[in-house]
């Protein structure tokens, strides 16, 4: 994170995940805080009164007919979090809002003493604005001299004696150096706990990936398998939907894996993984590496005819890739066997039993073939 002269900024992609977090943060503080934000500076008017009598009726109009509506509408516009740099312009109206209501009636009474008393309060804005508004440290430092600046303009012009003026100046340079340094801290240290969060939320998601995936082929494990299995068949909603089952095998594996060597093994599976993984209709079907050379394929809301349709097109795209074995078929194959049933009526188990034995059927009947043969469509979801 570069924390120099520059700002407080992340690399691009960070920053823009960053700023969807922010811009959410940002709407919940103002949802939260103007309210009491209009609530206190309204109460101000009792200074107004007791200081400044003669024009309470101004401040009165000031504060409730023209800053308080600019104040609500500025923040129902941040609460649908527009654009960054429409945000922070918006949300620094309030302060400077504040500020401008309160220098014009410290300048049509200039030539009150009182008036000098009433003046010093525009620090107690600029700390609210850089502190209990929280902007970003570049958008806080802007609004800071643009009221500093502001501030001394008016007393200049306002002939203020140099007494209250050096206090005055003295008074909110301060504020504005303490108020800029505590809120450079405090979006260093947001910025680094998103980073924190960020990273133990990826360290979460890869944990979890790797506990649920298997780690050669990427393909879910039985772990997971096993949990998708028991949400399907826990939801009742799902009692008559149709499952369909594929057990799949790499035909004479063994015999290339003692040829070809375990790298070419395991790079082989890779293949056949992938193949599979561009089988899969939606994130509803699931693809398994059940253990060794042999895949599980779970496709949701499925038929015998499409499940058996499904695995002849992976079946023809294996055959495809062409993958040179010497010991068996001249290239790599995969048998492959299905069944399909509706949940009430197939548990899992016999659905993947019934899928295991046509397996087994299509390896007897030569390999590199898919048991039950492929359906017409037309034709019933029934196991075999």
Known sequence: ?????????????????????????????????????????????????????????????????????????????????????????????????????LLFIFYINRDLATADHYQYAISGILAYANVNQRPPFRFALISTLILIASYCAVLLAAQTAFPPFLIGMSLITGVGYVTLVANYRMERDARY????????????????????????TGLANRYEFEKRSAQLYDDRRLARTSLGILMLDVDDFKAYNDHYGHIAGDACLKRIADAIASQLRNDEDLAIRYGGEEFLILLFNATLADTTGIAERLRHRVNAFHIPHVAAHGHVTISIGAAAGTIAENPMNELIARADAALYQAKRGGRNQVSPPTLSADTPSASI
């Open 193 to 216: 706990a998103f980073l924190r969060r960020t990273h133990d939320r990826f360290e979460y998601e890869v944990s979890e990936h790797a506990a649920t995936h298997d780690a050669l």
């Open 1 to 101: 994170m570069n924390d120099g002269a520059r700002g407080l900024r992340f690399p691009p992609e960070v920053e823009q995940a960053y700023e969807a977090y922010r811009s959410e943060y940002r709407a919940r503080v103002m949802s939260s805080t103007i309210v009491p934000s209009l609530l206190i500076y309204n109460l101000y008017l009792i200074v107004d009164y007791l200081l400044l009598p003669a024009t309470f009726g101004i401040a009165l109009f000031c504060h409730l007919i023209v800053v308080t509506p600019l104040l609500l509408i500025a923040g129902l516009i941040v609460q649908q979090r527009p654009r960054l740099w429409l945000r922070e312009c918006l949300s620094a109206s309030l302060p400077l809002a504040m500020a401008a209501q």
